[in-house]
């Protein structure tokens, strides 16, 4: 064994070393708890069953398709879900475009505005929802201040919307980081040509930010889509484990609530898996979509590349 050999063992053995604390985390507490749930989502495992449990394959996923006497609110938790979804996802791309391009012209104090966007980003999200909760009491701080008493969270009208804006408002600071960043990558003689011909403000944030930072609005798309339909942590905080509010049953609130108050730990495992399905899905749809748009616009770029040249060729002849 040359000395060389011996030397990338032994800095192959230091970097193993240092993941390996990492790996056992995952392959202990995630990846261990994935594959006995998915094994767990055959059975028919439940408090009931903790020991006499038995394999029934497909059975737990055929009923929740199926019976709508024993899942009642299955399929329109999902619906809710994806409500959820639509309300949230772009309001959140359209705010951060917007207060990302305020924050990029030069206005003063722009350091302290991205701190005042950022702090609920870092801020421990269960006090967020019982500061937000106590607020939309009914004797809280923003009736106080329109001069009502109007129950947004428990209200049927009101509690799903209000929930997906204290989303929006937690994730934004984080979000606008990412896209000030897009957009301070952005070549800015593409803006002093624009400013030239006679683009104003609005036409340059339309036809220039918005085309550049794409690729940044889809990552925002992607992530909006999968935290989405996992929301259930804030239903948690502000209604426990069962609520009467049912415009704010999402899906993986009643996949809490079919896992710790039915204690049907076989019908939540398999509940988490067609969430996983959708999710995944979705995902491979979305960057399907990405790639044939960049082809396209490749192709695009291309054609205007051989015109040019094709003008410029005729022109010498």
């Known amino acids: 064994m040359t000395f060389k050999t011996k030397a990338k063992i032994k800095e192959n053995a230091v970097g193993y070393g240092f993941i390996a604390p990492l790996l056992l985390y995952f392959v202990v507490f995630q990846l261990a708890p994935m594959i006995i749930a998915l094994v767990m989502s055959f059975t028919d495992y439940s408090l009931a069953h903790l020991y006499d449990y038995s394999f029934v394959g497909f059975d737990n996923y055929i009923e929740l398709f199926t019976n709508s006497v024993k899942y009642p609110r299955f399929w329109s938790s999902l619906g809710t879900t994806m409500l959820f979804i639509v309300i949230t996802v772009p309001v959140n791309i359209i705010l951060t475009l917007i207060v990302s391009a305020l924050l990029n012209s030069k206005i003063k104090g722009e350091k302290f505005f991205k701190t005042v966007f950022y702090i609920p980003s870092v801020t421990v999200g269960v006090a967020v929802m019982v500061m937000w909760k106590q607020m939309l009491a009914p004797d809280g701080l923003i009736n106080q201040m329109i001069g009502t008493r109007v129950d947004f969270l428990n209200s049927e009208s009101t509690a799903l919307a209000v929930i997906a804006l204290m989303s929006v408002w937690g994730g934004l600071g984080y979000n606008v980081l990412i896209m000030l960043s897009a957009i301070k990558n952005i ?90 399905a959708i999710i995944l899905v979705l995902t491979l749809v979305q960057f399907r979509v990405q790639n044939m748009g960049e082809q396209r616009d490749k192709s695009e770029k291309r054609g205007k590349r051989s015109r040019k040249l094709n003008k410029g060729g005729a022109a010498n002849g």
């Open 187 to 276: 070549d800015p003689s593409l803006y002093e040509a624009a400013q030239i011909d006679g683009a104003g403000v609005v036409a340059r944030f339309v036809h220039i930010t918005v085309p550049s930072v794409m690729p940044t609005v889809f990552f925002f798309i992607v992530t909006g889509l999968i935290g989405g339909f996992q929301v259930g942590e804030q239903m948690l905080i502000i209604y426990g484990d069962t609520t009467t509010v049912q415009s704010v049953y999402t899906y993986v609130y009643g996949l809490y609530y079919t896992m710790r108050r039915e204690c049907d730990y076989a019908t939540a495992s398999a509940m988490s898996y067609f969430l996983f």
